[in-house]
């Protein structure tokens, strides 16, 4: 029995192991079969797939600072700043990944392609490294520097450093949403595992870097690179083999063609028809039927808002006259869900835009919680406590508190809500890691208020680190993590649900996209603070002996700005309207199905 059979008998309500309801097909093109496609043998796949590339991303990365001023004998300046545009170069290119996604590629070979490149840069990182760069033979340890090296070897290592920036960064927004694909959102009980799989997206994503944070760190702290690079292309390596490996499992959307004509299209007719009398309430707006339409994802339905856009479906005399010959101008004339694609991103704008004040507080747990750690007193008998490895505690945060989202907070508030919806919406969860952020900061102030009182105490004029312990940090970075639970996945997942079939990748890049926009802003708003605050020979807030500053208004300030934006979020968030899809699957659907 097909798919077309089983909906003109009305057997939906029998058979459940038919063709999905969400217009996904499968590798051949045809619509997928619930049976043998997606759900969580495919979504496994892809969270292992996705635990094996970050730690292989987060291998290179965590250290790459140390590795630009141990063994190419860059300054700390200098190796910051490089590694702050090879950062900014990753998010970047997510752009240029989710594009070629959305627009032609698809996203399962986009996520082949440059999960491709990303190997091909670790597999020639390691080379140069090896061969080239480790030398003399067994240097690159803080006792042991590299000596110079000639120009093309250099060049082969920015290289091979790029390659990976390009190939991670185009894979990461399209592995989220490819993973997300594969559970019929149409379907209540793949709808609930497709909530699911974000929060485990992000646990695998942490448990890899974790790895790299740790056991890769220490190698390549020890100055032992090679092993540290060649252990991130091996791990980069059997994640593309494994993706590759479930590539009948998968369910697909077919790409939607570039959406910045659609975009500009919608834009220019509207501009057009500008002097129009438009009807209220949407009548008469021009809408395609599914037999006209080439794309086949999910139409999306009128909304009321941005009237001005309604323009450019608005059929005039003259479109009326251009329909009697046969022609439509796309560039005069534009369907509803054409129109509509529009108006979901414009909604989707001032949201992302309170997400980045987050990602600045992010931020610090990777800089000036560092610093702060290594001003406290970091040694216990007969050990010494890395600064920077307090982050462990952020990664088993985020690992407590999905378990308590998932299993506690989540029915808990279903149960209230006494209906088959959800818990807290995504608006709401997003809205509770601004919350847990500001404590974040207001828990850091304290820590470092008191770290300066001891530190005072001490030595007030020296370099010294305080009698403080380190482990006082942990309440900040168990904050940081449970907000990350709220925040990033609630939005991976608000991106997802809330951008157009063809437009997921993209919805994904946003979320990169604001970490980036956060670090940028937060390198800003450190200038513009040491700016102002360096005045009558003191030294600022954030010297270089923190002893001689006040790193606790900084982090006052970022609680202060947070709630702030917490504020204007909870206003975008009240005006925010949901999009709303019609579903895909017709009864005159002439594709079938084998089951």
Known sequence: MDCLEVCKEGKFEEDQDECTLDGTVDMHGRPAVRSKSGRWVAGIIILLNQGLATLAFFGVGVNLVLYLTRVLQQDNATAANNVSKWTGTVYI????????????WGRYKTCSIFQLIFVIGLVSLSLSSQLFLLNPKGCGSKENPCGSHSSWKIWLFYLSTYLIALGYGGYQPNIATFGADQYDEEDSKEGLSKVAFFSYFYLAMN????????????FEDEGIWAIGFWASAAS???????FLGGTARYRHFKPNGNPLSRFCQVLVAAMKKCRAHMPQGGEDLYDESNKESSNSNRKILYTHGFKFLDRAAYISSRDLDYQKQGIRSPWRLCPVSQVEEVKCILRLLPIWLCTIIYSVVFTQMASLFVEQGAAMKTTIPNFSIPPASMSSFDIISVAVFIFIYRRIIDPFVGRIKKSDAKGLTELQRMGIGLVIAVMAMLSAGIVECYRLKYADKECPHCDGSSSLSIFWQIPQYACIGASEVFMYVGQLEFFNAQTPDGLKSFGSALCM?????????????????????TVDHMPGWIPGNLN?????RFYFLLAVLTSIDLIVYIACAKWYKNIKLEGRFEVDDEENCEV
């Open 236 to 242: 980069a390596f059997a994640g593309l083999v494994l």
């Open 93 to 104: 290119f997510s752009l240029v990944g989710a594009f070629l996604s959305d627009s032609y």
């Open 207 to 218: 448990l890899g870097s974790l790895f790299s944070n740790t056991i890769l760190g220490f």
């Open 548 to 552: 001689r500053g006040h790193l606790d």
């Open 513 to 533: 996209t604001s970490i980036s926009l956060g670090n940028y802003f937060s390198t800003f708003l450190v200038s513009v603070v040491m700016k102002f605050s």
